[in-house]
């Protein structure tokens, strides 16, 4: 082995390349080199594998509408995939976010078709608020199990999936069908309450309270960036006891601004111009999400308590902190973070705005191998669910044009996992060194003893 | 060496690169989206695109294929083929309406092939409103064509051969989801029992799902215990539960769509037929449409005058069924085919 | 005398630590040599290059004169240097027999034949234990199951499996850690017994009293190297001390008198039990004034976690009341114990008093994180934290690269050094400090001790609970002796003795109305859940 080692002539290079490289981006490259080898082996033609890479690529980013869809994709990845970081983080495996995905979009799909009354600055936070409601209690019931009666969460969510289907089938056929419609399908929700498309921008600020939601918004965001900054030292001393006139002046001003230019600015030029583009505004509150939980987790008292439960549970009862309400806590800020997830498919992708029967596939599932490719960082997290949500899209070119069975892209997917899991295969495999003071990382669950 | 291997490569690459944004061929493309029973369902997915196939085969086109996972991909795999500059797309499958009907209003120079669902103007329809007298004519559906079946004629001449072998006057069925095409074969079922036997005792349950095969066998086993002895697996994969059932029980089996003696060979020797829906040959004789030019947008139906519905061969079951319920079988038949016996569904 | 094993120039690297630098060490036949040295000081990688655990990069191993390779465990067992782990290597549900079989299994005469599935030769074994104990003086019944015996007699087990393999040199990791006095001067008596008979022993210790009862020469090591090899006559505790941290170190703790104030912490008929609702705490009735140390002395296991946890809101309580400053905190959550002024120095750092994946600045603030000036409203100040633990770190002189690293890569010593800086941050009324000083160096120990009494001198009330009667006795004003979950006698530490104390903690003597008190006690523990056993009272 070490006489290889000496003669292998790549191997300088291979090791420089892996110290330039972090270890996600090199598991990746990896697994995709080797799935170019098995795409080699079955076809026994040497351009398959590029050709299949190139549709690959093509789909996912520069056909027509290929990012837009590549970003649809990664939407309910990454809110799915924050809800499950926050479960491990708090040493639990919420194995169940695809039940709670069903249970938001079910949620989401009654209250938004409850009246069409409603101007959208009231029925749209409605609607989202209803499914990560739904989705939090329906997390949340297994958390308070587990302390109660020590029933492992990964048992009861998986269970709990199945009564979320079921349920939600029972729902869509029986109390909640469209009667107008021959198709299985909840009613449309109101048009108040739907997600608006990137493209509908323009057009939906046209009407006041729409262009006066957006401006509170845009006010509360700016007021937060604004006090965010306050609290860097140079700003400190500059701003003394002007610091809340800044922050609530800045936050106003940016909603005037918002309220009166937005309208006419958008009407005027909005480079969003393809009716047919599905991107919607879910991308944005997916973005919000991974700051908030990164907010959440790292910078206050409850995420301090949340993340000391899951690394060490007798240290945080020794503590004083509550394990049960942590516990149900954590499971209801995955749950609702999943519902979210749900909702926004039904109010933002799907076409009838509706929930239709078999509505999501594995969406739950891929998303535990993100937050592990991730590590549970929710930045991570934005890049792992658009790079899944990329392969999810492209694959489909991939297979148009180069024959290439789309399955393979789970074997990638597969693989990356794999050495992400286990890096010392990688480090093999680049002749890298184990770093000096491997860290230890604090582990994803806790075993399965609960 | 290995440089050279590595240049060639590239200059594959580029080379193909450029024939991806070169094009003109003047091969038609065919594309065909399937819906969430995926492209091996052994029923009407796999006979749709046995059909893309056959034709594509013949006429010398290329044709391709996308399964679509879930709901909310029928729009953006549309799209793809669209966006590859596909000149026919076929879509399968009822729960693809508004998705067909979307894109083909957005793709007005390429041409859709809608299996299994009719527009009619409808109240709060997106795909078709009240607004339009005809949705083809003047709805906006100029280049789709819809390609429908009289599932309940096939649907009678089964229950008329389930009616005539029933021992215990009980015949039932597992039932997909609670849709036309789904509705259409139930009512024709029962009512063709009741012709034969009117005492025939029916049962029917729909399971809201297509490809739940442990759901469908779950039916099937209960409805046995409640007396049926012929069972009609009337909804992909969860119909072929049903059947399963049946075989279990070592009872009488009818399949669906296609002749399911030759797709699902684990109940071959229980099956008495099938009521088939040759969506294959409705999708070639529409692809010959295209290639001849007399496509035409609106509702091409299949039928038993057509041919475009009827029951499989009996197969193994030949000898076991007695003549005179063969007769009742044709004389069924002929009733349909003429219009003197109506199978009792109203839309 | 000659000499059984020499080790020269032993050097070990391990990335970023030079593990043992150019080491010798010279084992004579016959004789028990002591191997003393703060944690990390090199002893346990020089003993695992013996052990072939790991190889040494540069130097020589010599056994009886003859230059030897030592390749893996196996392979110095074959040699005949036998080990005993402080961790003991035993499967507890097999009996004694089986477990010195495991590795080495004797086959029946005769079912060689049946290769895999021949049979094992129980008896023959069993009967060679038995010689081996008896030439030892080492009491193992063969056929007990592990997992009956007592941690001393589990020790002698692995004692007697080195034997068994033909050892003759036996290298003892910290033997005593899991020792009452007692039992630690029984195990004395056996390896004065095994030299006597031609083996050889290494002893790894940090206690030095037990250097000094055992011990014919002693080595210490201090950062990889080895400081020196003296025989007991010619060493001092000091001298040893300072040789091991490479400073004087003040062993005894000057302390001014008690100066007991107001009652803080008042326990009356406590009960508790524990997970396998067996009653380990009963009827303790303790009370503890401000200014004073009431130490709890007692051998591991009788109750004293129990109490502990009970005191301070981690374990419910089954029977009794406890006060602290005058609020009945008997059945309260553990903030608000911690609220009302208790530090608590948890007896196992890395299950309780420490989340090892943290930092240090979150470790610090790990009881308090919630109060200002570490959190404005929900928001944690992170600069205020890295002050804090900056400051801390100075204070309580905590080794360690920064305030960022991680609690789980610092070494024991400073590990609870981080824990006592915490508890000892906050305004203190009441400190429960539980094995504060459990496997830590000379240096950190005395830091510790130090720190205590301050805190006693400031007009806390302090509750300590050791195993360690060295540090009992030289902290507390009272001492009580807890034995099977009875607080036997409470005695005044100036007039204590060691004898005394120890024969209490085993169960013997006592005050005169404790005995019939004991057997009350043991009644009611079963008493409630059997209406039999009430019958026979």
Redesign the interface.
Known sequence: MSENRKTNPFAPFLSALGRALGMPALALLTAFIIGAIVILLTSGDLLAAPTAYWGLIRGALFKQRGLSESLVASIPYVLLSLGLSVGFKSGLFNIGVEGQFYIGALCAAWAGQITTGLPAIIHLPLALLAGAIGGAIWAGVPGYLKMRTGAHEVISTMMMNYVAFRLTEYVITDKLRDVNSTTIQTPSVSPAAELWTFAAIPQRLQDPLNALGVALVLALLTALVVRALADRPDWKAKLGARRGLAIGGSGLLAGLIAFVALPLLTNAWWPFTDAYDRLHTGLIMAVLAAVGVWWLMEKTTPGFELRTVGANPNAARYAGMNITRNVVLAMAISGGLAGLAGTIEVLGVSICRCLPLFFSSGYGFDSIAISLLARNDPFGILAASFLFGAMRNGADLMELSSGVSKYIISLIQALALLFVAAPAIVRWMYRMKAPAGEEKQAPLTRGWGG | MKKVNLLL?LV??AA??LS?CGGGSSKLKI?LVTD?GGVNDKSFNQSAWAGVEKAAKEFGWDA?Y?ES????D????I???A??NYDVIVTVG??M???TA?KAK?YPKIKFAIIDNAYFP?????ACDDTAKDCYADGGLKNVTSLMFQEDQVGFLAGVLAGGMSKTGTICSVAG????PVVRFVVGYQNGAKWIKPETNTLNV?V??F?DPAKGKETGVSMIGQGCDVIFGVGGNTGNGGLLAAKEAGLMGIGVDVDQYLTYAEVKDILLTSAAKNVDVAVYEYLKTVKSGAVKAGINTANVQNGGVGLAPYHDMDSKIPAEVKTKVDEALKGLKDGSIKTGYQP | MTIALQATGITKRFPGVLANDHVNFTLKQGEIHALLGENGAGKSTLMNILYGLYQPDEGEILLNGQRIQITSPHDAIAQGIGMVHQHFMLVPPLTVTENIMLGQESIQAGSQALGPLALLDRRSVAKRIRELSQRYGLAVDPDATVQDLTVGAQQRVEIVKALYREAQILILDEPTAVLTPQEADDLFVILRNLVAQGKSIIFITHKLREVFAVADQISVMRAGKMAGSVQPAQATRELLAEMMVGRAVILTIDKTDANPANVVLQVENLRVQDDRRHTVVNDISLSVRAGEILGIAGVQGNGQTELTEALTGLRKVVGGQVTILSQDTTHVMPRQISEAGVSHVPEDRHKHGLVLSFSLRDNFVLCTYYQPPFAKGIEIDFPVLEENARKLIKMFDVRTPGASTSAGSLSGGNQQKVIIARELSRPVKLLIASQPTRGLDVGSIEFIHRRIVEARDQGAAVLLISAELDEIMSLSDRIAVMYKGHILSTLDASTATREQLGLLMAGIGGAEPHAPAQRSGNNRRNGPDSPLEAMNV
């Open positions: 490569v594959m690459i193909l690169a991806a594309g969430v391709q996308i996972k879930q709901p909310t029928y729009e953006k795999n799209d793809q083929f966006t590859e009822f729960m309406g508004d998705a979307a957005q409808t109240k709060d329809s997106k989801m609670e849709i036309p729909y809201p799902s490809i």
